[in-house]
């Protein structure tokens, strides 16, 4: 169907009749809606802590990032079992007075599917915590860091995401 004939379809029935065809279409084609919903409804990893750190300059200095995975959710370790699963990685890009020496992730736990008995998976559940060390430059520098994970649960998993964290650094 070409754009226009789209655009005159959405005009003519509205918003709410287009999503519902498209919600059927869904349906008819073996898509689980309402498991889906779930998946996305809130933020599959959220980063708690610290907001602010003070570190003396020019000096590796470890900080220790809390992160908190939805329940019912998983995310692949930083080591995973297998070489086509994504891993989980903090960066901190290198235009920010701070760089990142090291970083250091928690070990994973194993985690069988009931769909694959064989295979264990590395991953992270609840909360978890990486040490960064970090190496900041004198003054007050406003981290934007990220955090790149692939979440999942035991039948699905979400396209791979990329979250800020927001550290505000101070060199001293």
């Not at 918003?15 to 519902?20: C, E, I, K, Q, T």
């Not at 907001?51 to 590796?60: C, I, L």
């Not at 992160?67 to 959710?73: E, N, Q, R, T, V």
Request: proline share 9%.
């Amino acid at each position: 169907m070409e754009q226009d004939e789209v655009t005159k379809i959405y005009k003519k029935i509205g918003f709410a009749a287009v999503a519902a065809m498209a919600l059927a279409s869904l349906q008819a084609h073996g898509q689980d809606i309402g498991a889906n919903r779930s998946i996305v409804r809130n933020e599959a990893v959220q980063y708690l802590s610290p907001e602010q750190v003070t570190v003396p300059a020019g000096k590796p200095t470890p900080v220790n990032l809390h992160f908190k995975i939805a329940p019912g959710l998983h995310i692949n370790s930083h080591t995973p079992s297998e070489d086509y699963l994504i891993p989980t990685t903090f960066s901190i890009p290198g235009d920010t007075g701070v760089k990142l020496d090291k970083a250091i992730y928690p070990a994973g736990a194993d985690l069988v599917l009931p769909i694959d008995p064989k295979t264990k998976l590395s991953v992270y559940t609840g909360e978890f915590v990486i040490q960064a060390r970090i190496i900041a430059a004198p003054g007050n520098h406003l981290v934007e860091a990220t955090l790149h994970f692939q979440a999942c649960n035991e039948s699905q998993c979400l396209p791979p995401k990329t979250i800020p964290v927001a550290i505000d650094v101070m060199g001293k």
